[in-house]
């Protein structure tokens, strides 16, 4: 029997990012809010696309809070005033991407390795959403991501936290390498990314997991967010959107 490779149409997953970011700021962004977190990732230019909308009498007395470099160059180009957290550290609402979220709106984060500032950005915001396109819903975490969960760590640490992570059931944990493998990705804040692939048992448990994880010397931070998301929204290829 042959297998048919499955045919994605790229418009149609672009056109799923941006039905999920549209609704998401439709339903989160409110002519109230002030400090918006913008989050890191292929989904969320639609999020600023969208707020660009709601005008500029709105936008003008708003500060938009970046996760990264990424997202500091698009507050920059759509000619929105940036602020950093450390001066405004409560954010309305941070609407952010997600590399794959559960039923529980559990999330793995940091395929663009941003994950740090990314968690200080949801943790400072009054309400945070995350917006993907269908690829993303799932039930249980590491079944669609499969790459593992994305963990910074101090350079001088990788090798001791690859030792560890391999002691605690993440033996082909690796650390994220740069195109054309020049040499390992160096996130914005100057560390290493480990991608660490766990069981199905473990990712059953993230909550569990993360203590773990964040408990290992030289971990700066894990790219599993729980227990923080107020809703995420799907974009699907037939026009509709999921919201959970
Ligand atoms: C970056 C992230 C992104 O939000 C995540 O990778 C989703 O990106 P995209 O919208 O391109 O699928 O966590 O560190």
């Given at each position: 029997m042959s297998v048919q490779p499955q045919v994605v149409s790229l418009e149609g997953i672009e056109k799923s990012k941006q039905l999920a970011a549209w609704s998401a700021v439709d339903n989160h962004?409110?002519?109230?809010?002030k400090i918006i977190g913008i989050g890191s990732g292929s989904t969320v230019p639609y999020v600023v696309e969208r707020i660009l909308t709601q005008g500029s009498s709105v936008n003008k007395d708003r500060i938009f809070i970046p996760t990264g470099f990424q997202s500091r160059q698009l507050i920059i180009s759509a000619q929105l005033t940036l602020g950093d957290v450390s001066q405004y550290p409560v954010l309305d609402v941070t609407i952010d991407g997600a590399d794959e979220v559960d039923h529980d709106l559990n999330s793995i984060k940091g395929g663009g390795a941003c994950q740090l500032q990314e968690k200080v950005l949801a943790e400072a915001a009054k309400t945070w959403v995350m917006v993907a396109d269908y690829?993303?819903?799932?039930?249980?975490?590491?079944?669609?991501?499969?790459?593992g969960i994305p963990i910074e760590v101090v350079p001088f640490a990788y090798v001791g936290v690859l030792r560890r992570l391999d002691s605690i059931g993440s033996p082909t944990a690796g650390l994220r390498m740069a195109k054309m493998k020049a040499g390992p990705v160096v996130t914005d804040n100057g560390n290493f990314i480990i991608d660490a692939p766990f069981p199905e048992a473990q990712m059953k448990e993230p909550a569990k997991l993360l203590t773990e994880l964040k408990?290992?010397?030289?971990?700066?931070?894990?790219?599993l967010f729980c227990n923080m998301a107020k809703a995420a929204y799907f974009g699907n290829e037939d026009g509709s959107v999921t919201v959970k």
């Open positions: 962004v409110l002519p109230e809010h690829r993303k819903n799932s039930e249980v975490l590491g079944t669609k991501w499969k790459q408990l290992i010397t030289g971990v700066v931070e894990v790219g």
